[in-house]
Structures are given as C-alpha cells and as structure tokens.
C-alpha cells in the first residue's frame, strides 16, 4: 500500500481497476491528499457494485469515485 500510496501523491488523477474491497482505494486517496496537483481526480472502476459509503467522506474531495462499468449502478 505504501507504493501506490507514493505513486498517487506524484499525481492528479489516478484511476483504479478493480476496486473489490476498497483496500487500496485507501492508500490512492491517501496519496493524493499529499499531491500538490492543484485539481484532484479519483475514478474507481469495477464491474460488480462497489459499496463506497464508509468511505464517501474522504473521497467526496475528489469527487464522485462510484464509477462502473457494464451499466451496473454503484451501491
């Protein structure tokens, strides 16, 4: 976690496949918290419904991470 934690602090946007459980959707958020992109940009992508509401808080600063794919609607 620690490595895509460092990876996202050097961006604006990242963009993360496969969310699952939400574990290292954590380490990206961390990260660009620390990244000194004026504009913040997190896309999450799965094709099963992901579950963001524990995490709504800290993501609502990079706006709306409920992305999915094959026209399922995010939880």
């Known amino acids: 976690m620690a490595t895509l934690r460092q990876y996202a602090s050097k961006c604006g946007v990242v963009a993360e496949m496969g969310v699952r459980n939400v574990v290292a959707t954590y380490a990206f958020m961390?990260?660009?918290e620390e990244s000194g992109?004026?504009?913040?940009?997190l896309f999450?992508?799965?094709i099963e419904?992901?579950?963001f509401s524990p995490e709504q808080?800290?993501?609502a600063k990079f706006g709306d991470p409920t992305l999915c794919?094959?026209?399922r609607p995010c939880a």
């Open 30 to 32: 961390k990260g660009l």
């Open 37 to 41: 992109a004026a504009a913040k940009k």
């Open 44 to 46: 999450c992508v799965d």
């Open 49 to 51: 419904p992901v579950d």
């Open 57 to 59: 808080k800290m993501a």
């Open 69 to 71: 794919v094959r026209g």
